[in-house]
């Protein structure tokens, strides 16, 4: 048998990264649309993301820039991620498309929920910081603001503040789908997670404690999502797993009482 040529071992992963490089082309260029369809929109953009602090400055108070071209640079900056935001399901839809080959069936009927929930969940978390974090912090920030202290933000430091927040809300809102991918994977099993609980509570306060400003009320905010989210995933992953488990069981007796029963007389 003779030995295979050199181009025939390599075609392989050449045609993987020949297909890598049209996924990625189609993501940059998918942010790149998005970002020249909103950039004309850039300052109502910012102005949207600033209001939950611009509610709670004093009055006669306003945002400020520091910077010579932050007025521009920023509204530029926030444009960008969020064309980099809404862009995440055709990402998403991307990497789908990368991978789906190389799935068995049962593991496509899978990935395909985890995808649409991993979307939704990530958007879940932005809506939940700017809808609910977003007002309790800033009106607690400006109410322990000392007497005599003008409470100006800067516009800079404001978006890197948020852009924070909302990644870290964001990627916290995924936590049901690692942890069904833990168990479903197998490399945990629901009753280790569910015996775990009390060490995943405490990890969940000190990521807030990371992620989140210093305050107690927006650590507490992440850290509760966080909890009960896991609790979801673990939910999930053993209603999943008990059902294997069934199919896989009448799938055993099937084939035991096909072996039993006794051939067909021969005409």
């Keep these: 048998m003779s030995k295979p040529s050199l181009d025939d071992q390599e075609m392989p992963l050449i045609a993987h990264l020949t297909e890598l490089r049209k996924r990625l082309l189609h993501c940059v260029i998918a ?83 985890l995808l649409i929930s991993s979307i939704l969940l990530f958007y879940a978390g932005m809506a939940f910081a700017y809808f609910v974090v977003f007002p309790i912090m800033f009106g607690f920030f400006a109410s322990v603001t000392p007497e005599g202290v003008a409470m100006m933000t800067d516009i800079g430091q404001y978006l890197d503040f948020v852009l924070t927040l909302f990644f870290a809300f964001g990627v916290a809102f995924e936590i049901p789908v690692a942890t069904f991918l833990l168990i479903w994977v197998g490399i945990v099993d629901v009753a280790t997670l569910r015996k775990s609980r009390p060490y995943v509570v405490v990890g969940c306060f000190v990521v807030g404690m990371v992620l989140t400003p210093p305050d107690v009320f927006s650590q507490t905010l992440l850290a509760v999502p966080m909890w009960l989210l896991f609790e979801a995933g673990v939910l999930c992953g053993s209603m999943v797993k008990k059902r294997e488990q069934e199919e896989a069981e009448l799938a055993d007796e099937q084939q035991s009482d096909a072996g039993s029963q006794p051939p067909a007389p021969r005409p």
């Design 31 to 113: 942010i790149l649309v998005l970002f020249g369809g909103l950039f004309y929109f850039s300052q109502q953009i910012y102005s949207l993301v600033a209001a939950p602090l611009r509610a709670y400055l004093p009055e006669g108070a306003t945002m400020i820039a520091t910077g010579v071209a932050s007025p521009f640079l920023t509204p530029f900056k926030l444009t960008l991620m969020v064309a980099l935001f809404l862009s995440m399901p055709i990402i998403l839809h991307q990497i789908w498309g990368f991978i789906a080959p190389g799935l068995y069936k049962h593991e496509k009927r899978i990935a395909v929920p």
